[in-house]
């Protein structure tokens, strides 16, 4: 059925949404009251057509639900604004015009300028995930959605000394006491009765009180902020910033000096064109914010301006001031060229890292990669055949990361992507081998290392996996068999 005809059929009529001519008809109630919120991890199927015009790319032609970050301009802005409005379980038509899609210029060869694009959604979930001090020092993940609207106060009414928690071990506190850390009282008073969450906290906020300073990096960089910023955005990965800064020593001396009002200096955010401390500073800073940026020496090893200063100072000073920045360019505004390079250019960026051993940063180069070319119905025959030879290397350099990273379910999933689409990757079963080994799936280990053997037999890196496996599997049987024996003398 195309989505005409779901739009001719559907009980409900479109409804506008906004002001700048966005239409949606539901096809299906969601089941729940409530509805995404901007940052949330969406996850959704889709199909689409240009109206009156061709079919676009279908995620359930792929058999894979599409992932993708709310309101951070990830996704054309009708996208951000319709899926907004969508309760888990709905279904729903979205007209789409064209200033809130692909304007005047189009996205050859399908979409052309000026087009009205038609999409049918249908929400299966998302993750709620809030930064809870607008610094990334708290981000709180929605297990499980809690009941009601009411959520805790620092001096509620039915307790003297505030609002008493119990979690399900049986541990009561007041939020206004700081029991456990700072964190625990900053999150509960966002939570509904029953709620389940995940925290992540930054060092700064697990063990100590909160104060007028933000730690950036665990206790090794420190930001204070001297002037408040404007609006609420902040830098990100391949941002190209304007910033003045002065960096000083304890005794005042003026180490480094960088641009100015006239001519503030420039660069482009994660491409290792500044130190790394003061660049996770300036990317938690907003446009015109003015801050006082506090390093420790011990972190300052790996920069060569400042070696000379490490041995008469335990801390440097940066006085920074972010004059303005601009985003790099969202994937869903490039062309199909435009994408391709950007792809190479990441994976270039996380292989260098991963030669330098920066594991954590390669595999969200490898992530930021894949991102580009996903779910791209523009590429021609020829440009998708490019596009997979990127997508495998990229995921199968990714499990590389993981392995590296200890992550080894995650480099299993990884791997398992890359035999989707080249079965006899010999690579993609070494690596996934190397995951189940650590996972203890030793079944699962020896299918991936025959099957790399029976390819290629004279691989002495498999070889030599194949002789681990062996010893485990020889190791596992002597300690079921000591288990056993246990068993059988305690019987006795």
């Known amino acids: 059925m195309t989505l005409s005809h779901q739009i001719q059929d559907s009980e409900f009529s479109f409804k506008e949404i906004g002001n700048e001519g966005l239409t949606k008809q539901i096809l299906r109630k969601g089941v729940t009251w409530q509805t995404p919120f901007s940052g949330d991890q969406v996850q959704v199927h889709f199909s689409g057509q240009v109206e009156n ?20 301009g990830e996704v054309i802005k009708g996208w951000d604004e319709g899926v907004a409005t969508m309760k888990k379980g709905e279904r729903a038509i979205f007209k789409i015009p064209p200033n809130l899609a692909y304007g005047e210029v189009g996205s050859p060869p399908l979409i052309p300028p000026n087009a009205t694009l038609i999409f049918e959604i249908e929400m299966l979930c998302w993750s709620t995930i809030r930064d809870l001090t607008g610094d990334g020092g708290i981000m709180k993940k929605t297990i499980r959605e809690g009941e009601g609207w009411a959520t805790p106060k620092e001096l509620d009414e039915a307790l003297e000394n ?17 029991y456990l850390c700072p964190a625990m009282s900053i999150a509960v008073k966002t939570m509904r009765k029953g709620e389940v969450a995940e925290l992540s906290m930054k060092f700064f906020y697990g063990l100590i009180s909160q104060n007028s300073n933000t730690t950036i990096d665990e206790l090794d960089v420190l930001k204070k902020v001297n002037k408040a910023g404007e609006g609420h955005d902040r830098p990100n990965e391949g941002s190209h910033v304007k910033v003045i800064y002065l960096c000083k020593g304890e005794d005042g001396t003026i180490i480094e000096r960088k641009g100015s009002k006239e001519e503030p200096f420039e660069f482009t955010t994660q491409e290792e064109q500044v130190y790394e401390g003061l660049e996770k500073a300036i990317m938690t800073m907003k446009k015109e914010e003015q801050a006082l940026v506090t390093i420790n020496a011990e972190y300052l090893c790996d920069h060569s301006n400042l070696q000379g200063n490490k041995a008469n100072n335990n801390k440097i000073y940066y006085e920074v001031e972010l004059i303005d920045f601009t ?5 869903w505004k490039m062309d199909t060229q435009e994408k391709l390079e950007a792809c190479e250019q990441k994976k270039h960026d996380g292989n260098l890292l991963f030669k330098a051993q920066n594991f954590s940063r390669a595999s969200k180069k490898y992530e930021k990669a894949v991102k580009y070319i996903e779910f791209d119905h523009t590429f021609s025959e020829d440009e998708k055949l490019h596009a997979n030879t990127l997508r495998l290397s990229c995921n199968l350099n990714n499990a590389a990361c993981k392995l590296k990273l200890e992550e080894y379910t995650e480099a299993a999933r990884l791997c398992t992507k890359v035999l989707e689409q080249d079965p006899l990757n010999v690579k993609a079963l070494y690596r996934r081998c190397q995951a189940y080994l650590k996972t203890s799936d030793l079944e699962k280990a020896e299918a991936d290392i025959k099957k790399a053997l029976i390819i290629d037999p004279n691989n002495r890196e498999i070889k030599l996996e194949y002789k681990e496996l062996k010893l485990k599997q020889k190791e596992y049987t002597k300690y079921e068999a000591d288990i056993f024996s246990t068993m059988v003398s305690k019987m006795n």
Not at 53 to 72: C, M, R, T, V
Not at 162 to 178: H, Q, R, T, Y
């Open 53 to 72: 015009g061709p079919s676009l790319e279908s995620s359930y032609d792929k058999g894979a639900s599409f992932h993708f970050k709310l309101g951070q």
């Open 162 to 178: 505030g609002m008493l928690i119990k979690s399900d071990k049986g541990v009561e506190f007041n939020v206004s006491d700081g």
């Open 327 to 331: 985003k790099e360019k969202p994937f």
